[in-house]
């Protein structure tokens, strides 16, 4: 049937109509605007997640799967505001957290997926083999300290002085000399000789402290290389950039840094050892990784952390 002249025109407006409606908030769409939550139009930003897994991220009703190259998903178009996010794959547990999204900014975070059951495998009660050499045949030895990038120790000596590989007493070798590290040298030549228990992160960028509640985490390394949700809780005593990354109700009685994953830890307290995220903004990830009794790490080499727990030594091949 033919549409009259009077017909063809309404329809003819109300196209017209329909563009002016749409094409505005397609063409702010695409040029990186959105409506915000105050019906106001914002600049929009992004929330990129690295998964230690290929799997399904959730930035509330948005969802994309990461890519099988970089295992990483960017979710774009977020006007400013808060974002509840989920990272999830089958019989793994869900890494969720709450993050903040500014215009013209990608927030970032790395999602470490542990799986829901862990195998391990038992080694016995004979001591394993650990890395040889990896305790320094030193005299006059107060404490010392495995330096994991360069495979070095730094080494407190009985005379009070520091050392990095050499023998001992002062006078036949060189001190170490905490002016090396950017800031705070007093601060943390101070830290090394009172506090007992202290770790490297495995690049030399920040040491790990904790007591029997807390652990921290100092930042040594090159401020440019801190990442971004450092500063987010940072805070500076002394000249020294540190972040207080948990508390714990129960005793904490060892701490490392996860293999890999520099914004985690693997943390003995309870009858079990845990996967920590080290970033507590949004909400913090705590996973199991091992339960027994009161199980003590003994080594972590590469992606393999070995266990001593009621006198058996157990390995397991963290994920």
Not at 168 to 177: Q, R, S, Y
Not at 250 to 255: E, L, P
Not at 298 to 316: G, H, Q
Request: aromatic share 14%; proline share 5%.
């Amino acid at each position: 049937m033919l549409l009259t002249k009077t017909k063809r025109r309404v329809l003819f407006w109300i196209s017209v109509l329909l563009f002016l409606l749409i094409a505005p908030p397609a063409i702010l769409y695409s040029l990186g605007y959105g409506l915000g939550r105050g019906f106001e139009i914002q600049k929009t930003g992004g929330v990129f997640i690295r998964a230690s897994q290929i799997a399904d991220v959730y930035v509330e009703k948005k969802h994309k799967k990461t890519s099988l190259i970089s295992n990483g998903a960017l979710i774009k178009n977020l006007v400013p505001g808060s974002y509840a996010v989920r990272v999830t794959k089958e019989n793994f547990w869900d890494w969720q957290k709450t993050l903040g999204v500014m215009s013209e900014h990608v927030t970032s975070r790395s999602a470490l997926l542990v799986p829901l059951n862990i195998d391990g495998k038992a080694l016995g009660t004979s001591t394993p083999f650990v890395e040889p050499g990896r305790r320094p045949a030193f005299t006059g030895v107060k404490k010392f300290w495995a330096l994991p990038k360069s495979g070095d120790f730094l080494i407190l000596g009985e005379d009070g002085n520091f050392y990095k590989n050499k023998d001992l007493p002062a006078g036949k070798a060189g001190k170490f000399d905490f002016e090396d590290w950017p800031k705070a040298s007093s601060t943390l030549r101070q830290i090394f000789k009172t506090q007992k228990n202290i770790v490297f992160g495995q690049t030399e960028e920040k040491i790990l402290f904790w007591d029997e509640h807390n652990v921290y985490a100092f930042w040594i390394g090159d401020l440019n290389k801190m990442p971004e949700w450092w500063f987010e809780k940072l805070q500076i005593d002394s000249g020294l950039v540190f972040l207080h990354v948990y508390f714990s109700p129960n005793k904490i009685r060892g701490v490392a840094e996860y293999p890999g994953w520099p914004d985690y830890l693997l943390v003995e307290m309870q009858n079990g050892i845990f996967a920590l995220e080290m970033d507590s903004t949004g909400g913090q990830n705590i996973f199991p990784i091992y339960k027994g009794k009161e199980p003590h790490i003994v080594a972590v080499t590469k992606n393999v952390l070995t266990i001593l727990d009621d006198k058996n030594y157990t390995e397991i091949e963290l994920p």
